[in-house]
C-alpha cells in the first residue's frame, strides 16, 4: 500500500523567513496530493492540494510543487507569521471512488518565532 | 467550503461502556466517509472507510467487532467503540468525501473530531 515520508518533524523558522517541509510517497499511481494545517485539539485543515497532472500550484503565500518522477512534493510557506505555526500533514492517494483513501505523512511541527 | 460536524466533541466514559461518534456532513451528500484515529503527537491513522449502505471496509490491525462502523445515509456515519478500554483512549476524527457536479473531486473535508477518555 502506499506509504508517505514527511520531513522535518520538526521546524522552527524566525517570523518572516520561509518554511520548507517535504514529502516522498511509494505508490505510483496516486494522483492527489493535499496538504493539512492541524491546530491543537482541532481536526486538520486543508489548506492547498495538488494533482499529478499540475507541477506547481500557488496561493497567496502558500505554494506546493510535485515531482511525480521522484515521487515527492513539497510545502513552501513564504513570509511566515506566528499565527503559521501549528503541526502540517502531507497525504497522498489515488483520489476516487473508494481506493480513494488518504494516507498521511508523520507531520511537521513548525514553530514561527516572533 | 463544505463543513463536517462531529459530535460528541469530547465524551469521559467508565471502561467496558459503549461510545457513540456521529459524523455528518452538513451541506453535501457523502457516500464515502472515513474515520482516523489519532495519538497525542502521533499522525491521523486510517481505521476503516464507511460507504453508505454497505459494510465498513476496515484497514488492517483495526478490530471490527470493536470499532462499529453505520453509515446509515449519505449525511451521517457513525462509530461506536464497544466496551471501551483506557487503551481506546484518543482523538478520532472523520472525513467525508465532497462531489462535485456528480464527480468525486477526491477532498477531503475533515470534522473537529472527538476526543474520548476512557476511564
Known amino acids: 500500500g502506499e506509504n508517505v515520508e514527511q520531513h522535518p518533524s520538526t521546524l522552527s523558522v524566525q517570523e518572516g523567513d520561509s518554511a520548507v517541509i517535504k514529502c516522498t510517497y511509494s505508490d505510483s499511481a496516486s494522483n492527489y496530493f493535499p496538504w493539512y494545517k492541524q491546530e491543537l485539539g482541532k481536526g486538520p485543515q486543508l489548506i492547498i492540494d495538488i494533482r499529478s497532472n499540475v507541477g506547481e500550484k500557488k496561493d497567496q503565500r502558500i505554494a506546493v510543487t510535485l515531482n511525480k518522477t521522484a515521487k515527492h512534493f513539497s510545502l513552501h510557506i513564504t513570509e511566515t507569521q506566528p499565527e503559521d505555526s501549528a503541526v502540517y500533514f502531507c497525504?497522498?492517494?489515488?483520489?476516487?471512488?473508494?481506493?480513494?483513501?488518504?494516507?498521511f505523512g508523520q507531520g511537521t511541527t513548525l514553530q514561527v518565532k516572533p | 467550503g463544505a463543513v463536517v460536524s462531529q459530535h460528541p466533541s469530547w465524551v469521559i466514559c467508565k471502561s467496558g461502556t459503549s461510545v457513540k461518534i456521529e459524523c455528518r456532513s452538513l451541506?453535501?451528500?457523502?457516500?464515502?466517509m472515513f474515520w482516523y484515529r489519532q495519538f497525542p503527537k502521533q499522525s491521523l491513522m486510517l481505521m476503516a472507510t464507511?460507504?453508505?449502505?454497505?459494510?465498513?471496509?476496515?484497514e488492517q490491525g483495526v478490530e471490527k467487532d470493536k470499532f462499529l462502523i453505520n453509515h446509515a445515509s449519505l449525511t451521517l456515519s457513525t462509530l461506536t467503540v464497544t466496551s471501551a478500554h483506557p487503551e481506546d483512549s484518543s482523538f478520532y476524527i472523520c472525513s467525508a468525501r465532497g462531489l462535485a457536479g456528480g464527480g468525486d473531486t477526491g477532498e477531503l473535508f475533515f470534522g473537529e473530531g472527538s476526543r474520548l477518555t476512557v476511564l
Open positions: 497525504a497522498a492517494s489515488r483520489g476516487s471512488g473508494n481506493t480513494g483513501k488518504l494516507i
Open positions: 464507511s460507504n453508505e449502505g454497505s459494510k465498513a471496509t476496515y
Open positions: 451541506d453535501f451528500q457523502a457516500t464515502t
